[in-house]
């Protein structure tokens, strides 16, 4: 469940973007690309430093991220930002990792899906 949600004043961040930071989250928290949520919000109004160049605000979130990691993804996605144009003195990220308890999906939430299945057996 990997959630990486990015807020920046860069106008059009390009769709291409969006692929990639899927990729390299998949590959930072060893989950599969298809359970990563990208969400990016360009073109807002950002000031940092009170200046209004191109900054961004990132919230990364994934259940088992261990605090060790965390200078690891910082450099990785200092190093995406940079991509689009903010610079590594530009940005802040914050982590986020849930407890399975914390997070739903299907009506219910990960720590119920992660539940092994009983073996009934039907007569």
Do not use: W
């Not at 390009?14 to 390299?24: D, G, M, N, Q, Y």
């Not at 940005?91 to 539940?115: C, D, M, R, W």
């Amino acid at each position: 469940m990997p959630i990486f949600h990015l807020r920046t004043n860069v106008k059009n961040v390009p769709e291409s973007f969006i692929s990639k930071v899927s990729k390299e989250v998949a590959t930072l928290t060893n989950k599969e690309e298809a359970k990563v949520m990208v969400i990016i919000e360009d073109n807002i109004k950002i000031t940092f430093g009170c200046s209004d160049a191109p900054a961004a605000s990132v919230q990364f979130h994934s259940i088992g991220m261990q605090v060790e990691h965390h200078a690891i993804i910082s450099e990785s996605i200092a190093n995406l930002l940079k991509d689009i144009g903010v610079p590594h003195d530009r940005h802040y990220i914050q982590f986020f990792a849930p407890s399975p308890t914390h997070v739903g999906k299907l009506g219910t939430t990960i720590a119920e899906l992660n539940k092994p299945k009983e073996n009934v057996i039907h007569f």
